[in-house]
């Protein structure tokens, strides 16, 4: 009895171990991933503000308080666009997201709506029986401006239709390494408060072209650049995330290891001895 749990013990450290060098690479990976994603959401962050800067002197010089871009329309309907991950192994990552969305979905569920960036978003929200009007899977590595508008032209659509009145994004904000945080950003009609954020008045800027004659044009590509600024703080967020899962689940494979090393020669010692006494026993009986 005792040999065959030996055998199911090696048979344990075997898949262990196994299990650990999985963990162990998937680990490296996302490292070297948030490394590179951590680079250039630095740059893009830059990009971020500077085109913040511009659409808040925009407004300022504009002086068009109507723009639908600022104060909105007739409609009381909001969007919600969820940024989840493709794949798994992150952690709460995409639990965290799609708990926030849910919360705010549920505010006011007759006047809400639903897109879905992500593999993982799209199982847990139909778990949740939630429908989706759009869903965007297998996005790049690093999240581009071309997946962003196909992303942010599905939602102005229904925006200049009235068919919402709102747009929300639903993503996870990059801070370092051990913290991210789930937010969710109004991002049209613009938030003059977060625009204005930073920022202290520095005077009147001149436009050329005519202002006028821009302005919406400017505003259309604040609205890209601050998706994209999402997706890509969203993806670095992943990759932080599942570098520490996959740490976490490699430290927990070693504790698993030790204790089964140790019962493992625990029961060979008590085998030894046993095997010892039934030695000596015989030898006794002989004399």
Excluded: H, W
Excluded at 147 to 153: K, N, R
Excluded at 221 to 242: D, G, H, P
């Amino acid at each position: 009895m005792a040999g065959s749990g030996l055998i199911a013990i090696k048979r344990r450290i075997k898949s262990i171990n196994n299990t650990k060098k999985i963990t162990k690479a998937i680990g490296l990976v996302a490292t070297s991933k948030l490394k590179k994603a951590r680079e250039i959401l630095e740059v893009n962050n830059a990009y971020y503000n500077k085109m913040r800067e511009i659409v808040r002197q925009t407004i300022k010089d504009a002086q068009d308080p109507n723009n639908i871009y600022i104060k909105g329309n007739n409609s009381n309907k909001k969007l919600y666009i969820a940024i989840t991950s493709d794949a798994g192994l992150c952690g709460g990552y995409n639990s965290k997201v799609v708990s926030k969305t849910v919360e705010s979905l549920n505010k006011d569920k007759e006047n809400s709506m639903l897109i879905i960036v992500g593999q993982k978003g799209r199982a847990y929200f139909k778990k949740y029986k939630f429908e989706s009007i759009a869903e965007f899977v297998e996005m790049e590595e690093i999240p581009t401006v071309k997946e962003a508008s196909v992303i942010l032209d599905k939602a102005l659509d229904l925006y200049f239709n009235e068919k919402i009145g709102e747009i929300n994004v639903v993503y996870t904000e990059f801070f370092s390494a051990v913290k991210q945080e789930v937010k969710v950003k109004r991002i049209i009609p613009f938030d003059l408060e977060d625009i204005n954020r930073d920022f202290t008045d520095n005077g009147v800027a001149e436009f050329e072209p005519k202002l006028k004659s821009i302005e919406n044009e400017i505003y259309s590509l604040f609205l890209k650049a601050a998706l994209i600024n999402y997706m890509i703080t969203s993806r670095t967020s992943e990759n932080a995330s599942k570098m520490t899962a996959m740490d976490g689940a490699t430290k927990n494979a070693d504790d698993l290891l030790e204790k089964l090393n140790l019962k493992y020669n625990r029961i060979r010692q008590s085998i030894i001895t046993q095997e010892i006494s039934e030695i000596v026993g015989g030898a006794e009986a002989q004399k």
